[in-house]
């Protein structure tokens, strides 16, 4: 028998946000730089503009989670950012001036970055009895994005680069509407918060968890930067970038189904360390290996891990550790510590590595961090969930 408060989560509304912010994603962050370098930007320009991105979610996601708490009213800030974030985008129609494109970049992301940690704890509200369930809601992010990168890439086969800034706005569009219809969750009651969240942020494995996001988004930033200018740097076509960028995706929705198996047999302490593992291979592969089809496969096979199991398992784990009331600043901190610091730090290293030291060092270095992530999880966080 269903259970009624299973019958009540907003399932499909949910996942319509989900699909729609993840398809502007799939169109925006492979091809982008493509579109950047078409327009005269060298490397650094490149790193420089794509770094604004996870600057915003350094910054932002902790004000927007603050004022989300403060307010209790998570679905109305993700409505009022989602739309806002789709007007300035419209910006980078009128040039592709560097400095404008920065400006648009630091507007749009400011509003853009505060949807998905807020729309992540409205989720685990939402889903209060039931969070193993995460993964099958998220997994339709993963679908969007594979519906976009590889319908985008096969477009770009056909059209000009710009087209990409107009399938990105009409995706934002979408986004905004998505947001339109979720629902606020119900506040908890009884919720009482045992300790004061700057006493819970001090503890070890919290600190560990934190800290090996940020060597997790640090050690992808290549791969988002310039992942498809390495592809085509080495004969592959748009519509074949596409495919490759779906087939990681496909192996992170596989994770997330599968992750309340994965937790039957395994810690978040042992998923979190073979993930680290598992990335410092990937980035090796495809810092040195990528022109071989099938080592470039197997290596997008392992975003599941690198990406999809860290992911699920982090997100698990602040669910476990902190409870509802502080959920929408813990989830965005966790954001702008990994996604944004991280971001930024890997984004701009991304940039000089490849203009001085070429892919393969760069990928090298990718791989040196996941390592580090392994050895914070290892050490910071005993084997206690």
Known sequence: ???????????????????????????????????????????WRISV???MMPLMRLLAPAFWGLLADRLGRKAMLVRYASTTSALVFAGFLLTANFYWLIAIMVVMSLFWSASLPLVEALTLGHLRH??????????????????????????????????????????????S??????????????DRVTEPLHESLLQPAVIALLLAGFMMSVAHAPLYTFYSIHL?????????????????????????????????????RNILMSSFALAALRFLLIGWAISSPVVALFAQLLHGASFGAHHAASITALNRWFPPRQQGTV???FGSISYGAGGVVGGLLAGYGWETQGAS??????????LAGLLLIWRGWRAVD
């Open 130 to 175: 039931f969070v193993e369930r995460y993964g099958r809601i998220r997994l339709w992010g993963s679908l969007g994005f594979i519906a976009a990168v590889q319908g985008v890439g096969f477009l770009l086969d056909l059209l000009p680069l710009t087209a990409i800034l107009w399938i990105s706005l009409g995706l934002l569009g979408a986004a």
């Open 177 to 190: 509407i998505g947001a339109a219809l979720i629902p606020e969750s119900e506040p908890v009651a009884h």
């Open 49 to 51: 503009v794509m770094a």
């Open 232 to 268: 085509v740097e080495h004969g592959y076509g748009k519509t074949t970038i596409g495919g490759l960028w779906s087939l990681g995706v496909l192996a992170e929705i596989l994770v997330f189904v599968s992750m309340p198996r994965l937790l039957a047999f395994g810690s978040l």
């Open 1 to 43: 028998m269903t259970d009624s408060r299973l019958v009540s989560v907003p399932y499909w509304r949910l996942s319509g946000w989900y699909f729609s912010y993840f398809a502007f994603v799939g169109c925006f962050i492979p091809y982008f730089s493509l579109y950047l370098k078409s327009a005269g930007l060298d490397a």
């Open 331 to 333: 989830q965005s901190l």
């Open 361 to 370: 060092l760069t990928y090298s270095f990718a791989a040196l961090f996941a």
